[in-house]
């Protein structure tokens, strides 16, 4: 663990990093120079109207620190009290979908949900896999946490998409299956994007002027993507001269391969215009994986501020009592902070893009991450502390300049003390009846109350015990005392008793929720429809089990005037 967290800083090593508010005195005062580069003269405290945001602070020591100013909290509108929806995109399917929900279909969701009261939307992630011919089926395994997803384009509302017809009628058909079938989805978009791409028929001007704001990063994602077109997904494998981005064949390939490099530019260009459209008639949260691919282009990018002899994942608890290795790498925390938090920054923002809130998956992550060595289990892991401070405060700036809501989902083995601190910095808490022993009536106003989540069974599920078959069957040993707890923690919470109608547990809880004081309360599509199968089963894999693939067993055009699904929106808004 110790030679995985290399560098570790000497006790009198000078912290490149410094987090003052407005009006805070200086540890050495210096020459001020702010964010966007205004000198702002000698200080010894952080002015009272310096502006927040990323600073440089030149000491009179001679030596630099990147100066953090914040205003200490995330932004929050004055009397929320919003409900709205939890949903996975990839699932919900229209009848012009191509085999898959799309960005297409969450603007015709939003449209509905805004017109029946909801205030928001909870989308599942929309971030890159990695580039290849079978894309990562799980959306918290990205390859990028910057860049969209691709396949989710709505390939019939690009320009010059008119001449498609075969390839729509293809990908179409495949709406007819019980699964999403992501090679085949791609090989039809791909193939539908690059001939759209030849015909030219697009704003030129725009996607130049669009390319040029988006700098850097963007180009080194078309760069990685067309190696990865070259080379085969997964940079570990590649040779040797294009295992960097700052290596001299790489810089080649932008040269010398430029137009395929502003192809991939121009998906992302398209993916960006079709996203804010999709994010206008509601509040989008966004939902932040806690990490990414090893293989994929973030870890290929910051790889020198990587753990290279780490992974991390979770403790063996009472849910899980091997514990568990999500395979992702962490950042060493003082190679992050010389990175002046430079990938943290880029990651919200880039996650704020078009986006009205935020979900920060396993935001206790943002305290306390488990690291496992390689070759080694998860029991035999450790926790490393985070730059606590520094990540939250950066989380405020991005936060308030956005205007956006952020929700820590704050679940399982819990640091003492982390609940209030995010309290304090005013995050949502996320409060689950499955797990809350007070009822609803009880939830913090500062809270997202709901039943269920993507890793959880589902109301039908649990109610019926359906859930436990679908452990049996994806070769997981059922768990019928933990299926229990969570059935009578759902009539608890509905108030209702052991021998209710599944319809009549999931209008009560839903009620009940609705007139919580939580300031949000979602409900997941899979509850409003009364499905059995939840969207993912953790501990399985491949073959095991269509994790993230399972579609909604209805379109889009009929869901939303389905009984269950309007009564269920009348039953949780009517306490809002």
Same mark, same amino acid.
């Given at each position: ?26 540890? *050495? ?9 205004? /000198? ?7 002015? =009272? $109207?310096?502006?927040?945001?990323? !600073?440089?602070? %030149?000491?009179?020591?001679?030596? $630099? ?5 914040? =205003? ?7 009397? @929320? ?60 395994? /990205? ?30 058909? @495949? ?5 999403? $079938? ?5 090989? @039809? ?57 700052? #290596? ?26 079709? @996203?804010? &459209? ?51 790498? /962490? ?22 893009? !078009? ?7 396993? *935001? ?34 991005? &936060? ?13 083995? #819990? ?38 989540? !993507? ?12 859930? #436990? ?34 319809? !009549? ?17 979602? %409900?997941?599509?899979?509850?409003? #429809?009364?499905?059995?199968?939840? /969207? ?32 269920? %929106?009348?039953?949780? &808004?009517?306490?809002?």
């Amino acid at each position: 663990m110790l030679a995985a967290l290399e560098p570790l800083p000497a006790a009198d090593d000078l912290d490149p990093v410094l987090v003052a508010p407005r009006g805070a005195a200086l540890p *050495v005062a210096g020459e001020l120079i702010l964010e966007d580069g205004t /000198p702002a003269g000698r200080h010894a405290a952080v002015p =009272p $109207d310096a502006p927040y945001g990323y !600073h440089r602070l %030149v000491r009179d020591d001679g030596l $630099d620190q990147l100066l953090i100013t914040g =205003p200490g909290r995330c932004w929050m509108p004055a009397g @929320l009290r919003e409900w709205g929806w939890t949903m996975q995109l990839p699932t919900t399917r229209s009848r012009r979908s191509w085999g898959i929900g799309d960005l297409g279909d969450l603007r015709a969701f939003a449209a509905w949900a805004a017109g029946t009261g909801a205030g928001f939307a909870i989308v599942s992630p929309v971030v890159a896999p990695n580039p290849g011919p079978n894309p990562e089926p799980s959306p918290y395994f /990205p390859s990028t946490r910057r860049f969209g997803n691709p396949i989710l384009l709505a390939i019939d509302e690009l320009p010059g998409a008119d001449a498609l017809d075969e390839l729509a009628s293809a990908a179409r058909a @495949l709406n007819a299956g019980p699964l999403i $079938d992501r090679p085949r989805v791609w090989a @039809l978009k791909r193939t539908a994007l690059e001939r759209t791409w030849e015909r030219g028929a697009f704003d030129r001007a725009g996607f130049k002027a669009w390319r040029t704001e988006r700098g850097a990063s963007l180009e080194r994602w078309a760069v990685f993507a067309t190696l990865s077109d070259r080379l085969g997904p997964g940079w570990r494998s590649w040779p040797e001269p294009y295992r960097h981005p700052d #290596l001299a064949a790489v810089r080649r390939v932008a040269r010398d391969d430029a137009v395929r490099v502003a192809f991939h530019a121009w998906v992302q260009w398209c993916f960006d215009l079709q @996203l804010g &459209s999709a994010s206008s008639a509601l509040r989008r949260f966004a939902d932040v994986p806690v990490g990414f691919d090893p293989g994929g282009f973030d870890a290929w990018e910051w790889q020198d501020s990587l753990a290279a002899g780490a992974s991390i994942g979770a403790p063996p608890d009472r849910f899980n009592r091997d514990g568990q290795d999500w395979g992702m790498p /962490p950042f060493v925390p003082r190679r992050l902070a010389e990175a002046g938090y430079r990938p943290f920054i880029e990651t919200i923002r880039a996650q704020l893009r !078009h986006a009205g809130g935020l979900r920060i998956d396993h *935001v206790i992550g943002l305290f306390r991450l488990w690291w496992i060595p390689s070759r080694f289990g998860p029991a035999d892991g450790a926790y490393v502390r985070q730059p606590t401070d520094e990540l939250l405060e950066i989380l405020a700036i991005e &936060s308030e300049r956005a205007g956006a809501i952020v929700i820590g989902e704050d679940l399982g083995t #819990l640091q003492a003390g982390a609940r209030r601190v995010l309290a304090r910095r005013r995050l949502f808490s996320t409060r689950l009846t499955y797990f809350e022993r007070l009822p609803p009536s009880r939830y913090s106003v500062r809270s997202i109350g709901g039943v269920t989540t !993507h890793d959880l069974p589902t109301i039908a599920g649990t109610w019926s015990g359906a859930d #436990l078959d679908d452990q049996a069957a994806s070769s997981v040993t059922p768990d019928p005392d933990g299926l229990a707890i969570l059935r009578a923690r759902l009539a608890a919470a509905a108030g209702v008793g052991t021998d209710a109608s599944l319809e !009549h547990v999931a209008l009560a809880v839903h009620r009940a929720l609705g007139a919580s004081p939580a300031g949000l309360v979602s %409900v997941t599509l899979e509850d409003a #429809l009364r499905l059995e199968r939840r /969207p993912n089963l953790p501990g399985t894999m491949g073959e095991q089990r269509p994790n993230w693939s399972i579609a909604l067993p209805v379109p889009l055009d009929d869901l939303v005037d389905l009984p269950a699904v309007r009564a269920t %929106v009348e039953a949780i &808004s009517a306490g809002r």
